[in-house]
């Protein structure tokens, strides 16, 4: 330890670590963890519900079951994005793109944020709508290569893919648990129940 540290009491690097790592708590995930894994952890924390597959047959396999399990089948759905609505012809979906007349949001997010578990969305999904106009039950389908670490870093992805036109309208969803199971924590935000379709694509 240098003369410094002793005279100030100054802590070394690793003790300062030592800190941090003892300041997050047991039950939150290591700041190593894989960008997928941390992600997953954080995403379930708050309520998400996540769905892995390998390809666009087990993606069209568990939206079946999703709808199945909710019966959704024969309700409208919510999509302003008209290239989901051409991947998923088969499923004959009554699109709307009134929010009044949806049951669920079949939509794509921006990015997925490793750090919090949360989706980076915009105007590019939600149009100019604010979250708590949509439906409650969202079903978003990604890829793999949508992960991100930070909040941070997926605004510069954004800003990145879109230099000629930014788009407005963005934020985040965070809080996925549905009615039943709010609780002070989730007060006054706009919790949604959440399906993750996630395609493997790296």
């Not at 290569?145 to 985040?172: A, C, D, H, M, Y």
């Amino acid at each position: 330890m240098s003369l410094f540290r002793k005279i100030f009491g100054l802590k070394s690097d690793s003790e300062e670590d030592n800190i941090k790592n003892d300041e997050r708590g047991k039950y939150m995930p290591d700041l190593k963890l894989p960008i997928d894994e941390k992600f997953t952890i954080n995403f379930k924390a708050n309520g998400g519900k996540f769905l892995y597959c390998e390809n666009l047959r087990e993606i069209s396999t568990s939206l079946k079951d999703i709808l199945q399990e909710n019966e959704w089948e024969d309700k409208q759905v919510l999509v302003f994005d008209e290239r989901l609505s051409a991947l998923f012809k088969d499923f004959g979906f009554k699109t709307t793109t009134q929010v009044s007349d949806s049951t669920f949001f079949l939509s794509t997010c921006e990015y997925l944020i490793a750090d919090d578990g949360s989706l980076l969305i915009s105007s590019n999904q939600i149009a100019e709508k604010k979250l708590k106009e949509l439906p409650p039950n969202f079903v978003i389908y990604a890829t793999t290569s949508q992960f991100v670490q930070s909040i941070g870093e997926g605004l510069r992805g954004i800003k990145g893919k879109n230099r000629n036109k930014i788009p407005t309208n963005i934020t985040t969803i965070k809080h996925f648990k549905t009615l039943e199971d709010k609780d002070f924590l989730t007060y006054g935000s706009s919790s949604k129940n959440l399906y993750l379709l996630l395609l493997e694509d790296l």
